[in-house]
């Protein structure tokens, strides 16, 4: 993923071709580098399983459905970029076939990565502090239920903009959020970077020894999903997270 990241911020500087106003590149970019992150901190989160459970069947089917459904998103949106269509939703009836196939690729990912949390939860290793546990175990739930939740919003919507043209064009890079109107992009990223967030907060809490730690994690993961929620009543109210 990263690497395909590299290969498509290279190839857009030759590549001129647009899609609703930003670079046919742009969108596989964001995906490759989306995904390489959400493998990395799969990878890294991995040792708060129990040890016997790291190679059973419910942590191999999490991989397997992370990678190929992983693989899959990426892969239809770099060759819809190399063909200049878009690849959610699209107008040609291989497109929109297609892209029905994504959301289900979408909702299995989200559910791999909720059913990860979950099985740190009630199977973590004894030996990582129960606070970096508590940490991994939230951080994947609000990431995967929350990243469907929003995901679907959007699908709902037929697109993410609300109250604004359909278009990136004039949007601040990387991520090219809407300025005129509501974007319930910022509610899907806010929502699925927990599995990041959350970790990084129970982490910190450790190094810092902080009294009433398990309080404070609480208290974070709340304020996190009401950061995701106040970004998507910001975008269906049709105003726009960024000036």
């Not at 239920?145 to 004039?170: E, H, R």
Request: charged share 10%; aromatic share 10%; glycine share 14%.
């Amino acid at each position: 993923m990263a690497a395909l990241l590299l290969a498509c911020l290279v190839v857009m500087l030759f590549d001129g071709r647009e899609i609703r106003g930003v670079s046919v590149w742009v969108k596989p970019a964001k995906f490759a580098g989306s995904l390489a992150l959400w493998c990395w901190s799969l990878a890294l989160a991995w040792s708060a399983l129990a040890e016997d459970w790291r190679e059973g069947r419910a942590a191999r089917a999490i991989v397997a459905g992370t990678l190929a459904c992983g693989l899959f998103e990426v892969g239809w949106i770099t060759l819809r970029a190399m063909l200049g269509e878009p690849s959610h939703f699209a107008r040609d009836a291989l497109g929109a076939a297609a892209y029905g196939l994504m959301g289900l690729a979408a909702l299995l990912l989200c559910l791999c990565a909720a059913g990860f949390g979950a099985l740190v939860a009630a199977r973590g290793d004894a030996a990582m502090p129960r606070l970096l546990r508590g940490g991994i175990a939230l951080g994947f739930l609000v990431a995967g239920l929350g990243g469907a939740a929003t995901g679907f919003a959007i699908s709902a919507n037929l697109g993410p903009y609300v109250g604004a043209p359909p278009t990136d064009a004039g949007a601040w890079p990387p991520f090219f959020w809407s300025r005129d109107g509501g974007d319930l992009r910022v509610a899907h990223f806010v929502a699925v970077h927990a599995m990041q967030a959350l970790p990084l907060l129970a982490w910190a809490l450790l190094r810092l020894r902080a009294p009433a730690a398990a309080g404070w994690l609480a208290a974070g993961t709340l304020g996190w999903v009401g950061l995701a929620g106040a970004a998507f009543a910001l975008a269906s109210a049709g105003r726009a997270a960024l000036p």
